[in-house]
């Protein structure tokens, strides 16, 4: 912001830029891991974000800046479809929100050496060279997916792979997902949560050194403790969903009572931007923001578990669109907010708000977790006339 003379609300457009591009990528990306599987989606995604993320420590002006993070939304908009398809295809559904739990544990790892990594970087060289280390850094793992990653090992699909590959190549039946009842209220949910979040990693290193005073080093380290924390409670939470199903109790009980507590706990955000203590304000961050990292894992969970068969890609591409929005809106309107306000309190008051609401949602609208019934036209290979058929599946 100082270097280049931007504005908060020109800073707000900038971090939002990069989920104009990931809203609109998620759906043809999870439709694309259906149809051509989880390595290739993921593995040239990888590369995409990477190189894009690298590009943005070389842009001189705005322009260049926003045109370079809607270059990474491009690349992680596979991230998240591909791997709800892993965890539905690899895991059973006593098994699934741990796995997926897990997986987003080791994102949340990484969420919590970025800020030490970065407050390092901008330290000792500067804000540039942060993002060429970091996007260089990240075609490493490229290349241990490619050698390492096999999708065919270990499956576990609820019917025939023939079945399943058949059901991907239909068109995808819009009209009755927009309008199912339970997929609608993943939607909402999935907006309330992510304003709540993308508000955390677009501003609360801003909200740190500007409204409570740190330096960039203390940013880094305080801004690192959530995250450490959702490394640890992001499997457990996923572990304790499926020790409930494993003790008799329903999937639905044990999806919408372990995500609701989490969102719960993610409101107390509100109470933030009232105490004046700064290492106050920190701890009940750490604990919100680590409560609403697990949300997602269990949000996904239940997205690849309401899903029809070889459609949990889509689906969860098709919620994370939902949630980019909010994405696209939560750095742009707490820009506006602080520029009007001169203060961060009102931002956290509305995250605060939506995340309640999403609670809300996701108590009285979703009602059972199970696989939605959709009435579907299936060609056979042998046999060219189209049947009706319901498709169902046993997860």
């Not at 020109?10 to 599987?37: E, H, K």
């Not at 740190?208 to 924390?229: N, Q």
């Not at 969102?263 to 931007?273: E, F, G, M, P, Y």
Request: include cysteine; proline fraction near 4%.
């Amino acid at each position: 912001m100082d270097e280049l003379d931007i504005a908060p609300t020109q800073m707000g457009l900038l971090l939002s830029a990069f989920f104009w591009s990931y809203t609109i990528c998620n759906i043809p990306a999870g439709r694309l891991a259906d149809r051509f599987g989880a390595k290739k989606v993921l593995g040239g995604a990888a590369a995409i974000w990477s190189v894009a993320s690298a590009l943005t420590g070389g842009m001189p002006h705005l322009i260049g800046l926003m045109i370079a993070r809607m270059g990474v939304g491009v690349g992680e908009a596979g991230v998240f479809p591909t791997m709800a398809k892993i965890a539905a295809e690899q895991f059973p559904g006593r098994e699934r929100a741990t796995a997926t739990g897990c997986y987003l544990a080791g994102a949340r790892l990484g969420y919590a050496l970025t800020p030490v990594v970065i407050g390092f970087l901008i330290a000792q060289f500067n804000w540039r060279l942060a993002f060429i280390v970091t996007g260089v850094g990240s075609l490493l793992f490229c290349l241990f997916w490619f050698f390492w990653y096999d999708e065919n090992e270990g499956r576990v699909i609820g019917k025939s792979v023939e079945s399943k590959v058949q059901m991907e190549k239909q068109p995808v039946p819009w009209l009755q997902l927009v309008t199912n009842r339970t997929i609608l209220g993943l939607f909402v949910a999935k907006f309330g949560a992510n304003y709540l979040y993308f508000m955390f990693l677009t501003w609360i290193p801003a909200y740190l050194v500007m409204e409570r005073g740190f330096s960039v080093l203390e940013m880094g380290f305080y801004a690192s403790l959530p995250f450490v924390v959702a490394f640890i409670t992001q499997p457990l939470t996923g572990f304790i969903s499926d020790f409930i199903i494993r003790k008799g109790f329903s999937k639905t009980i044990a999806r919408k009572g372990v995500l609701v507590a989490a969102q719960a706990l993610s409101a107390t955000i509100i109470a933030v931007a009232f105490v004046e203590d700064p290492m106050i304000a920190m701890l009940i961050l750490t604990i919100n923001i680590a409560a609403a990292s697990t949300i997602g894992g269990m949000m996904q969970t239940m997205a690849s578990e309401v899903s029809p068969l070889g459609m949990s890609a889509t689906v969860t591409g098709a919620m994370n669109t939902v949630g980019a929005i909010a994405g696209v809106l939560a750095p742009t309107v707490t820009g506006l907010i602080v520029e009007m306000t001169g203060s961060f309190q009102m931002a956290l008051v509305v995250a605060g708000g939506l995340i309640a609401i999403a609670a809300a949602i996701i108590l009285f609208v979703i009602q059972k977790i199970e696989p939605i019934k959709l009435n579907i036209k299936t060609v056979k290979k042998n046999n060219p006339e189209k049947i009706g058929c319901e498709i169902t599946e046993s997860r």
